[in-house]
């Protein structure tokens, strides 16, 4: 006993050694599982979040196939969109809308005549051609080229192109023209090595139309095409290793066309959801089944502010009762903007109630009258029209022919130009008049009524620039075709100012010309400013850091795109330098 209790004496110091070990050991644990849960609480606060390399964005695109990806033939909207993607502008504009260098810097003479760009060197094209002075000139010269037929030649009629050295251009022009600049952003460069030799005739049916070349953030890495029908099914793009910017963080991105909504619908791609998808101007009646949960995790929609107006021209030269300016006034003050923006177009609009974009048009307005609390217009003196009277049925009726007034629309076929104009056959009816919708097709429209001008009620739009150039929609000479000033002005103070705003001047005064503008073409009544409808893009939440509050036009949502991520990653942030 003596001996075991000697033995254990010897071993308590072992013991409480052990222990002490132990509970050291045990704190450590206790240490460590309190970190482990505390870490996702630090890190929201300690780290910062910030992009990284990778990632896939399906961008759905519904209709026409891209035919041109072409700088000077791209026609579509399916064409333009892929631009930005393909090739690099000379400017761009920012996403507060301001035109900023891009591939050059610019400079512009005193006399407003002269407009120097300085290229950036190292930039180049997929088939490691440097994008030089060259470039431009050849891209230029080819718009120039009427057997071409671009779109864009009447941009650059009269302008001089010269190279003063591999990287300088100068151009000049005919006339001071202040929004020129406006035409160089929209300016992608062509590569001129591969296009060489390449005869005007054959260009329209050359692959580089269809497989491009270009010097931008993506490359096409593959052609999916319908292996019935051989329609493009779908553009497969790669990062350029090589793009002059920072290396754009999305690695992929594919473009997928459908014929309609319902083909899309039908898709594996629609039901998807681990997908990053995005859908450009979704049709806004489909709204909820294309945003549904079916579709994604959880989306995003941007209602982006652009410079397109719609509205109603009225056919003054056509129908004699519409050269009334009287009617024509009852007529502009009979519409509830209001009910087509917030119920027609559920909220997908602002009303408008002047010519010039919302984003430029703060405070303007026509001066004679007032916005009413449904959204049209009330004149500040009582309505009267001296040559029409209502008959006991409600009727208007013209004095000098005993007849009913009666009116045709015309608008473009979809569910909404279709409503709009059923909306606007519901407020003229209350005011005696009867009307009948017609529906076309936008090149039947075109070349069958407003070319000759053989409209009564036209409900149509137009789209300018951020800063805009009304001359060709509202300048006498324009009236007839192949001219575009539908409605009919001819005003000699409205032709000066048109002329006048195409010059340099301080921002005061060329709000002030703009107003006067815009109260001359109103007081008119040929044309009347319905709404001006957002541009929605339809996205994955997951797509992260797209910033565009407003776009010149919808192709523009690309022009950061070297800023978007899918991927990211959290680290803790650097250290201050003060």
Same mark, same amino acid.
């Given at each position: 006993?003596?001996?075991?209790?000697?033995?254990?004496?010897? $071993?308590?110091?072992?013991?409480?050694?052990?222990?002490?070990?132990?509970?050291?050991?045990?704190?450590?644990?206790?240490?460590?599982?309190?970190?482990?849960? !505390?870490?996702?609480?630090?890190?929201?606060?300690?780290?910062?979040?910030?992009?990284?390399?990778?990632?896939?964005?399906?961008?759905?695109?519904?209709?026409?196939?891209?035919?041109?990806?072409?700088?000077?033939?791209?026609?579509?909207?399916?064409?333009?969109?892929?631009?930005?993607?393909?090739?690099?502008?000379?400017?761009?504009?920012?996403?507060?809308?301001?035109? +900023?260098?891009?591939?050059?810097?610019?400079?512009?003479? @005193?006399?407003?005549?002269?407009?120097?760009?300085?290229?950036?060197?190292?930039?180049?094209?997929?088939?490691?051609?440097?994008?030089? !002075?060259?470039?431009?000139?050849?891209?230029?010269?080819?718009?120039?080229?009427?057997?071409?037929?671009?779109?864009?030649?009447?941009?650059?009629?009269?302008?001089?192109?010269?190279?003063?050295?591999?990287?300088?251009?100068?151009?000049?022009?005919?006339?001071?023209?202040?929004?020129?600049?406006? &035409?160089?952003?929209?300016?992608?460069?062509?590569?001129?090595?591969?296009?060489?030799?390449?005869?005007?005739?054959?260009?329209?049916?050359? %692959?580089?139309?269809?497989?491009?070349?270009?010097?931008?953030?993506?490359?096409? =890495?593959?052609?999916?095409?319908?292996?019935?029908?051989?329609?493009?099914?779908?553009?497969?793009?790669? @990062?350029?290793?090589?793009?002059?910017?920072? @290396?754009?963080?999305?690695?992929?991105?594919?473009?997928?066309?459908?014929?309609?909504?319902?083909?899309?619908?039908?898709?594996?791609?629609? %039901?998807?959801?681990?997908?990053?998808?995005?859908? %450009?101007?979704?049709?806004?009646?489909?709204?909820?089944?294309?945003?549904?949960?079916?579709?994604?995790?959880?989306?995003?929609?941007?209602?982006?502010?652009?410079?397109?107006?719609?509205?109603?021209?009225?056919?003054?030269?056509?129908?004699?009762?519409?050269?009334?300016?009287?009617?024509?006034? +009852?007529? !502009?003050?009979?519409?509830?903007?209001?009910?087509? *923006?917030?119920?027609?177009?559920?909220?997908?609009?602002?009303?408008?109630?002047?010519?010039?974009?919302?984003?430029?048009?703060?405070?303007?307005?026509?001066?004679?009258?007032?916005?009413?609390?449904?959204?049209?217009?009330?004149?500040?003196?009582?309505?009267?029209?001296?040559?029409?009277?209502?008959?006991?049925?409600?009727? $208007?009726?013209?004095?000098?022919?005993?007849?009913?007034?009666?009116?045709?629309?015309?608008?473009? @076929?979809?569910?909404?130009?279709?409503?709009?104009?059923?909306?606007?056959?519901?407020?003229?009816?209350?005011?005696?008049?009867?009307?009948?919708?017609?529906?076309?097709?936008?090149?039947?429209?075109?070349?069958?009524? &407003?070319?000759?001008?053989?409209?009564? &009620?036209?409900?149509?739009?137009?789209?300018?620039?951020?800063?805009?150039?009304?001359?060709?929609?509202?300048?006498?000479?324009? *009236? =007839?075709?192949?001219?575009?000033?539908?409605?009919?002005?001819?005003?000699?103070?409205?032709?000066?100012?048109?002329?006048? $705003?195409?010059?340099?001047?301080?921002?005061?005064?060329?709000?002030?010309?703009?107003?006067?503008?815009?109260?001359?073409?109103?007081?008119?009544?040929?044309? &009347?400013?319905?709404?001006?409808?957002?541009?929605?893009?339809?996205?994955? !939440?997951?797509?992260?850091?797209?910033?565009?509050?407003?776009?010149? %036009?919808?192709?523009?949502?690309?022009?950061?795109?070297?800023?978007?991520?899918?991927?990211?990653?959290?680290?803790?942030?650097?250290?201050?330098?003060?």
């Amino acid at each position: 006993m003596k001996v075991l209790l000697k033995e254990g004496a010897k $071993l308590l110091p072992l013991i409480k050694k052990i222990i002490k070990r132990e509970k050291k050991l045990l704190r450590w644990v206790l240490l460590f599982l309190i970190l482990l849960i !505390a870490l996702p609480f630090l890190s929201d606060r300690f780290l910062i979040e910030v992009p990284t390399y990778g990632g896939e964005i399906n961008e759905i695109k519904i209709g026409k196939r891209p035919q041109f990806i072409n700088p000077i033939l791209a026609v579509s909207q399916s064409d333009r969109d892929l631009l930005p993607l393909i090739y690099t502008p000379l400017l761009e504009r920012n996403s507060e809308g301001l035109i +900023v260098p891009a591939a050059a810097s610019l400079e512009i003479s @005193k006399d407003q005549k002269e407009y120097f760009l300085d290229l950036i060197p190292g930039i180049y094209f997929s088939n490691d051609e440097e994008l030089k !002075a060259d470039d431009i000139i050849f891209t230029i010269e080819k718009i120039q080229d009427p057997s071409l037929n671009s779109p864009y030649y009447s941009n650059w009629l009269d302008v001089k192109v010269e190279k003063i050295n591999d990287y300088k251009v100068k151009i000049t022009l005919p006339e001071e023209y202040e929004q020129f600049k406006n &035409i160089l952003t929209n300016l992608y460069i062509m590569p001129r090595s591969a296009w060489t030799g390449i005869q005007p005739s054959e260009f329209p049916y050359n %692959s580089l139309n269809i497989h491009p070349i270009g010097s931008g953030p993506y490359v096409i =890495s593959k052609i999916v095409r319908d292996p019935n029908s051989a329609k493009i099914r779908k553009y497969e793009l790669v @990062k350029n290793e090589n793009y002059y910017k920072d @290396k754009v963080f999305i690695d992929n991105l594919n473009i997928y066309f459908f014929d309609n909504y319902e083909k899309y619908q039908k898709s594996l791609l629609f %039901s998807d959801r681990k997908s990053l998808k995005a859908i %450009s101007a979704p049709d806004i009646y489909k709204m909820g089944e294309l945003g549904s949960e079916k579709s994604f995790l959880e989306k995003k929609i941007y209602k982006i502010k652009n410079p397109k107006v719609f509205g109603i021209f009225l056919g003054k030269n056509y129908n004699k009762n519409l050269s009334d300016i009287s009617l024509r006034e +009852v007529i !502009a003050h009979s519409i509830d903007r209001k009910k087509i *923006v917030n119920e027609v177009l559920r909220g997908y609009a602002q009303e408008a109630d002047n010519i010039f974009p919302i984003i430029l048009s703060e405070g303007i307005n026509n001066g004679e009258s007032e916005v009413d609390e449904k959204g049209g217009k009330n004149r500040k003196k009582e309505e009267k029209l001296k040559n029409y009277f209502l008959d006991d049925g409600g009727y $208007l009726i013209n004095q000098r022919t005993k007849k009913a007034v009666s009116l045709k629309i015309a608008t473009l @076929k979809g569910e909404e130009f279709e409503k709009v104009a059923q909306e606007i056959q519901s407020d003229l009816r209350k005011i005696g008049i009867n009307t009948e919708i017609t529906l076309y097709e936008e090149g039947d429209l075109i070349n069958n009524l &407003i070319r000759g001008r053989e409209f009564e &009620i036209l409900i149509y739009g137009y789209q300018v620039d951020l800063d805009p150039d009304f001359y060709y929609l509202f300048h006498s000479s324009q *009236v =007839s075709d192949p001219g575009i000033n539908i409605a009919g002005i001819n005003d000699k103070k409205v032709d000066e100012l048109l002329l006048e $705003l195409r010059k340099k001047m301080e921002d005061e005064e060329r709000l002030e010309k703009m107003k006067k503008l815009n109260d001359l073409i109103l007081k008119d009544y040929s044309f &009347i400013p319905l709404y001006q409808p957002d541009y929605i893009y339809l996205t994955d !939440a997951r797509i992260r850091n797209f910033q565009r509050e407003l776009v010149n %036009s919808p192709e523009e949502r690309f022009v950061d795109i070297d800023k978007w991520y899918t991927e990211s990653k959290k680290i803790l942030p650097p250290l201050s330098s003060d």
